[in-house]
Each structure stands twice: as C-alpha cells, then as structure tokens.
C-alpha cells in the first residue's frame, strides 16, 4: 500500500498528506466506538434517525466543499461530485425516514408460543473502502449501521485521505456522538489488527477483488462477519427491438460516467447483430464529443482518471487486449497534458482466449460484442466471473424481465444504465462480492437477528 497522500491527477500535484496511526490512537479509537455501542443499546433508533436528518442538512451545506475535494483528490468532474453528495444526502435521509420502522420486532407464528425476533446492534464495524466515489461508499455503510446502532470505523483508500477526513468532519458537525465514524489511516497490518480485536464485529469492504480476497480472508479467520461489494464486468444487452432514442440515452453515460471508474459501469456492451454498427457508430459519436480538460470546469466532460497508477494499469491492459486480438475500432485523439489522461477507447473482436476476456477494465474502455441471438448474448453476459449489474435494452419490458431473470447478476436495470439509490439493494454475486448494502437488506447487513419466545404454555402442559 502507498502511504495516504492527496495528489491531484489533473496537475500531479501532492497537496497533503497523512500518517499512520500510533497503537495508543488506534486502542482509543476501538475504546471509543466499543462504549458507544453499549451505550446505543439503551437508546431507541429514533433518537439516531433524527441526528442522520441534521448530518443530510450538513452536507447539503457543505456540498461544495465535499465535493470539490474529491474532485481534487480523483479528478471526477465537479458536477458529478455534487451529484455524489447529493445521493448521500439521499441514503442519510432514507435510513432516517424508514431505519426505525424497518428495525422494529418481527412476529414469527409458530406452535410454541409468542414468538419475534429483534433486531439490534452487533458491535463496532470496520469499513475499508476504495476511491472511485469517496463519499458515497462512505455513507452506504455509515448510514444504516448508525441507525442500527453500530460505530464505524473507517479505513479509505490511500488516495482520498482528504475526502475521507471532511466527511468524518461532517458527519461530526451534524451532531454524530464522538465514536460513531472514526476514520483511522490504517496500514494493511494495522487493519489486521482492528479486525482481530473483539470489539470489532463486522467487516465491509468496497473493493477489488485483491482487497476483498485479501480482507475477507482475514474476517473468516477471525470468524466476524463480513460484506464484500467487488468488482464488475457487466453486460449492456441490446436486443434486437431495442428502441433507437431510449438505446442512446441509456448509452450516453454508462461508460463514461466517473470516467468508466464505476463498478457498475456498462464494460460488455453485447449486441444482437442487427444493431451492431448502431451501437458502435453510437459509443464513437459519445466517446468523440468528449472534452478533456480541467474537473473543476464546467466544460470539461473528460476528466483524469483518478492517478497515473490507474492510467498506467489501464494502458497495460487495452495492450493486453490488443495484443490478445481485439482490435481497435474507435480511440480518441492524443491528449497533451500532464494530468493521469486515459484516451477512450473502443475495443470489439474480443474472445474468449484473450487475456482481458474475464478482467474488469477500470475506466473509458468500451468492449463492444456482437451475437447472432439472445441465447448467446445471455450465454455471453454469464461468461464472466463476475455478476454484478447488468442492463437490459427492449421495447418489449415482459420479453426483457425475462431476459433479466436468466442473468447470473445482482442487479439488472431495464432500458437504462446502472443505478444507485438508498431504497434499492447494490451487491453482486460470484467474484463480485457477498452480502447488499443499502435499501432493508443493508440495513439488515450487520445486525442480530435476537430470537425471543415465551415458552411459559408449554412448561405448563
Ligand atoms: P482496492 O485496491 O481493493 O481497495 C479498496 C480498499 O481496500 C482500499 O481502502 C484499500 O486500501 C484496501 N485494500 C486493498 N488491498 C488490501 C489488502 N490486501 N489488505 C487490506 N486492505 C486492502 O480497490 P480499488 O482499486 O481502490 O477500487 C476499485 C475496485 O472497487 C474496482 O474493482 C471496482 O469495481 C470496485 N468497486 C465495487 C463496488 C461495489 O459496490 N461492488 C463499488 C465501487 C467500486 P489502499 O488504498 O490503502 O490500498
């Protein structure tokens, strides 16, 4: 791991940086979330909804500030960084309306007596999280366990150590009891030994599948349990009815939002072939208006990629590509800057024996397929070891929730790209993780299911 460093990949610019904690900070800050969960257990989530609502209006006040330092630290445009903290503010106010209904005892009929089953807090949760939405993956955890009742601490990616620590602040500022998000720049070993500790007693991890294989492993040794949000290949199925003005629009930004660096972000484009040359001739069109330039302006709709470390993986994977047989139909022109730039690219061609066939290209690299039926364009979206999202582009909505349903995916998003939202489930299966974070089933992630039954008739029979 770098050491945690702000380096701006628009100028390649350090402008901070961060060091380890010391074994006394790192014990003060478990002492400190540990007694605020006893604490929480006698108190009602409502009393932490109401706190989630003042943490949504902090950082609808200081929505500039949130958002320009991620722009700073990851180069994503700025509008898109507003957006990032404006759909936190969602996730904060949707656990603050429904986390105390949805946490109240659920009755369970059975031939024995009354029966329910509470749903309480678990422990201190430790959250390691990566760059590419440095708010956003922050408060997917963050909000239900607060409401839950579970602290968190937090370890960010080395790269957003300045987004990580305004976010913290903020959520601060709203009135959050010290302890409930402590964000901590851990070391690998570090992180080790927080997830050890008993105190701790979840583990989620946003990440790639080296940081989740890795991370997960540890959490199994240590028997916590643990939710892993990884990687994506998805497929954007267009069918042969698909309609031409709805194809455009849902293909406008599924490969080029964040610059491509979205888990979900549309990498398969698979193509009934009737529609082929239109999708190309559309992703050539999208990816050659781009204008690259400076995140912080309005203009720009190309922005760096978040470092030259990423810049530098994602060339060395489109030449393994290349090198591999998929051949280059579209690649936009050099770009004259210092900045971490990634040209966009469109790839077809792709086969099965090519090395990138099974890896997620992690940024404006569009693969497009060609296949001569829907059977093999869902054969083809299941060729993957990842099954994360996935899009589906029909006139007909039955014919394509059919189509959906065949996809070994965690989400499927009829006639549109990917989605996220505080109502709605976001996990994958295969290698692309276990368990869901937000919508009930997050909130669910890491509490105690706590069985109570009066047995008191039965002794008495
Ligand atoms: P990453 O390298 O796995 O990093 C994620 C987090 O894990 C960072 O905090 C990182 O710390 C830490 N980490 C990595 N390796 C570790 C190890 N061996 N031991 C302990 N901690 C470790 O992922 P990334 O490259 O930053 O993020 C991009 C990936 O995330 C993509 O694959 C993307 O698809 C995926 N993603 C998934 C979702 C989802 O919801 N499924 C959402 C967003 C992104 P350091 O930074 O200090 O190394």
Same mark, same amino acid.
């Given at each position: 791991m770098a050491k945690y460093e702000s380096v701006n990949p628009y100028t390649n610019e350090v402008f901070a940086s961060y060091e380890n904690p010391t074994d006394q900070q790192i014990e003060e800050s478990l002492a400190l979330a540990h007694a605020l969960y006893k604490k929480?257990?006698?108190?009602?989530? &409502? &009393?932490?909804? /109401?706190? %989630?609502?003042?943490?949504?209006?902090?950082?609808?006040?200081?929505?500039?500030?949130?958002?320009?330092?991620?722009?700073?630290?990851?180069?994503?445009?700025?509008?898109? /960084?507003?957006?990032?903290?404006?759909?936190?503010?969602?996730?904060?106010?949707?656990?603050?309306?429904?986390?105390?209904?949805?946490?109240?005892?659920?009755?369970?009929?059975?031939? +024995?007596?009354? $029966?329910? +089953?509470? =749903?309480?807090?678990? @422990?201190?949760?430790?959250?390691?999280?990566?760059?590419?939405?440095?708010?956003?993956?922050?408060?997917?955890?963050?909000?239900?366990?607060?409401?839950?009742?579970?602290?968190?601490?937090?370890? !960010?990616? !080395?790269? #957003?150590? &300045?987004?990580?620590?305004?976010?913290? =602040?903020? #959520?601060?500022?709203?009135?959050?009891? *010290?302890?409930? %998000?402590?964000n901590l720049y851990l070391s690998y070993s570090q992180l080790d030994q927080v997830i050890a500790d008993?105190?701790?007693q979840g583990v989620a991890l946003t990440g790639s599948e080296r940081g989740g294989a890795s991370v997960a492993e540890n959490a199994g040794k240590n028997l916590k349990k643990s939710t892993m949000e990884l990687g994506g290949n998805d497929a954007f199925i267009v069918l042969s009815d698909a309609d031409p003005a709805v194809l455009k629009a849902a293909l406008s930004d599924a490969r080029t939002y964040n610059n491509g660096q979205v888990c979900t972000s549309s990498k398969r484009m698979i193509v009934l072939a009737d529609r082929y040359e239109e999708v190309l001739a559309d992703m050539k069109e999208i990816y050659s208006g781009l204008k690259w330039g400076d995140p912080l302006e309005d203009s720009t709709t190309l922005p760096p990629m978040s470092s030259q470390a990423a810049k530098e993986k994602l060339a060395k994977q489109v030449e393994a590509a290349v090198a591999g047989g998929a051949k280059v139909y579209? *690649?936009?022109?050099?770009?004259? /800057?210092?900045?971490?730039?990634?040209?966009?690219?469109? %790839?077809?061609?792709?086969?099965?024996?090519?090395?990138?066939?099974?890896?997620?290209?992690f940024g404006p690299v569009c693969v497009v397929y060609k296949v001569k039926d829907e059977a093999e364009a869902i054969a083809l979206a299941n060729d993957s070891s990842y099954g994360l999202g996935s899009s589906v582009i029909s006139?007909?909505?039955? !014919? $394509? *929730?059919?189509?959906a349903s065949q996809i070994e995916t965690g989400m499927t998003v009829i006639n549109g790209r990917w989605i996220t939202d505080g109502s709605l489930p976001f996990g994958g299966v295969?290698?692309?993780?276990?368990?869901?974070?937000?919508?009930?089933? @997050?909130?669910?992630?890491?509490?105690?299911? !706590?069985?109570?039954?009066?047995?008191?008739?039965?002794?008495?029979?």
């Open positions: 929480w257990r006698h108190e009602e989530p &409502s &009393s932490r909804a /109401a706190i %989630l609502k003042d943490i949504a209006a902090k950082f609808q006040e200081k929505e500039e500030e949130m958002a320009k330092t991620m722009t700073l630290e990851m180069g994503k445009k700025l509008s898109e /960084a507003k957006e990032e903290v404006e759909i936190c503010i969602g996730i904060l106010n949707y656990y603050a309306d429904h986390g105390p209904e949805l946490l109240k005892p659920v009755d369970l009929p059975n031939p +024995y007596g009354r $029966a329910y +089953y509470l =749903k309480q807090a678990t @422990g201190v949760i430790m959250a390691c999280e990566p760059w590419n939405f440095p708010l956003y993956q922050v408060i997917r955890v963050f909000a239900p366990n607060f409401v839950v009742g579970n602290p968190m601490l937090l370890k !960010h990616a !080395h790269n #957003v150590p &300045s987004s990580a620590a305004l976010a913290a =602040k903020i #959520v601060k500022s709203g009135g959050a009891p *010290e302890g409930s %998000l402590l008993p105190r701790v579209y *690649e936009y022109p050099e770009i004259d /800057a210092p900045g971490a730039f990634s040209r966009p690219i469109i %790839l077809t061609d792709m086969t099965k024996d090519n090395p990138m066939f099974d890896q997620e290209m006139s007909d909505i039955k !014919h $394509a *929730e059919e189509v295969k290698k692309s993780g276990y368990g869901r974070e937000l919508s009930p089933l @997050g909130l669910n992630a890491f509490v105690n299911e !706590h069985l109570v039954i009066d047995f008191t008739d039965q002794n008495q029979q």
